[in-house]
């Protein structure tokens, strides 16, 4: 088994962390629903200001409110307003099943409205096994 990369937030702040909370990540289900992450989906989120990476599961926050918060243990990762990557990924069972795969990637601005629709798109490649493209993701 192999684990890729599926979805990924890119470039999103911090907008609150509640340390008294149940530990997890609050994000926008109308930007999950547009990546395609699902609440109690465990993500990798890394902290661009810090370095910092850790594992938590996602809940679902106020819908158009562009939240994400650092809930529980994950509260100490961050501060408001530092700038993370947040990723979703899946298992595939051997390597020729990742071209299969079709990562969505959005892109933020400083209030988390979305600036790009991105998709990774991975091609068989006979000089080097494998390309990839970065693209736009056709809405």
Known sequence: MIEIVRAKLH???VTGCEL???GS???DPEVCQEAGICP???VYIWNKNTGERISTYVIYGEPGSRCCILNGAAARTCQ???TVIICASEYVA???DICAVKP???TFDQDNSI???LQYDVQPSPEHGYSMQIRPLAR
């Open 25 to 27: 990540v609050s994000l």
């Open 40 to 42: 109690l989906e465990f």
């Open 20 to 22: 008294e909370y149940h």
């Open 80 to 82: 408001k307003g530092d």
């Open 94 to 96: 051997d390597k020729k």
């Open 11 to 13: 470039g999103i702040h």
């Open 104 to 106: 969505v990637v959005l």
């Open 115 to 117: 600036l790009e629709r």
